[in-house]
């Protein structure tokens, strides 16, 4: 069931991202990212009263430093999707698994086993990969792999929370701040939408909130390494997605970068099941 969860949780995000690539460049990454926000801030408060959590979590300074990344990491991301091919984007943003694991002995002091260098190795040669091709549309490449990193700090303070908090307590919070972050530099310019693009926007939260829940729900039912392994059925979701409503088809290099990330990141798990080690559970941003 966890495995099934998760499938339905890449699904949602996968389907948000593809709305996102369809607004373009008519809406503002920041004014997105404020939006999406404030419509799924009533969706995740009705989750977390149901459930009776806190409203607030306990580690106030940490949820700043996520929140900060995070919102660092949804804007660049939102960006990326907007000025370049899904599947190359989506390939990009799944190496921050690999990325997180050369931030975490900086930041929380965790050395990667030996065994997962090679994954990291095999990541980052497939992210080179992409990139080559990439020089079509430089800029937004590079914003990907930005955003990439932004998120592995982001969910490098996410284990701190862990420690601390509930995930959905901290989802909650960290939606309520990315809004109030982005507030400041929406609202003097907000560029109101279109009734079409407000049904694309509620869209995108609406399957972000929901693959958020269902991610949660995976990760609460099975260890978080196999768990997280089914995330990887985004890659062949985007591939179709990319191709069906953008005529979108990644180049070899890109192909042989994508498997390099994806082979990364699971071999990345294999070396956390062997040492027992939980995976932090993902989370939009």
């Not at 996102?20 to 799924?40: N, T």
């Not at 977390?48 to 949820?63: D, M, N």
């Not at 490449?141 to 996410?158: F, K």
């Not at 862990?162 to 960290?174: C, G, M, Q, S, Y």
Request: aromatic share 10%; charged share 10%; net charge positive.
């Amino acid at each position: 069931m966890a495995v099934l969860y998760m499938l339905l949780a890449s699904a949602c995000f996968t389907t948000m991202s593809a709305l996102v690539k369809a607004i373009g460049h008519h809406i503002p990454p920041l004014e997105l990212v404020f939006l999406r926000c404030c419509l799924s801030i009533p969706i995740l408060f009705l989750i977390v009263r149901h459930r009776k959590r806190p409203l607030i979590v306990k580690a106030k300074k940490v949820i700043l430093l996520r929140s900060l990344f995070g919102t660092v990491a949804m804007a660049g991301f939102f960006y990326a999707l907007a000025n370049m091919p899904l599947a190359e984007c989506i390939f990009i943003g799944r190496s921050q698994p690999l990325i997180l694991s050369l931030f975490a002995p900086f930041v929380i002091g965790e050395r990667a086993p030996r065994s997962a260098w090679l994954a990291i190795l095999a990541g980052l040669t497939g992210v080179v990969l992409i990139m080559k091709p990439a020089m079509a549309w430089p800029l937004a490449a590079w914003v990907a792999l930005g955003a990439a990193s932004a998120s592995a700090l982001a969910h490098l303070w996410v284990r701190r929370l862990n420690a601390t908090d509930f995930p959905l307590v901290i989802v909650f919070n960290f939606t309520i701040l990315t809004a109030l972050f982005t507030a400041f530099g929406v609202l003097p310019f907000f560029t109101p939408p279109t009734p079409l693009q407000w049904a694309l926007i509620t869209g995108v939260a609406l399957f972000a909130s929901t693959g958020q829940l269902l991610m949660t729900l995976a990760y609460q039912k099975d260890r978080a390494p196999v768990v997280a392994a089914a995330s990887y059925t985004s890659v062949i979701l985007s591939v179709l997605y990319g191709y069906l409503f953008w005529g979108e088809i990644p180049p070899p290099l890109a192909w042989i970068g994508g498997t390099l990330i994806v082979a990364g990141g699971l071999l990345l798990l294999k070396a956390r099941i062997h040492r027992s080690e939980p995976v932090t559970p993902p989370s939009v941003g």
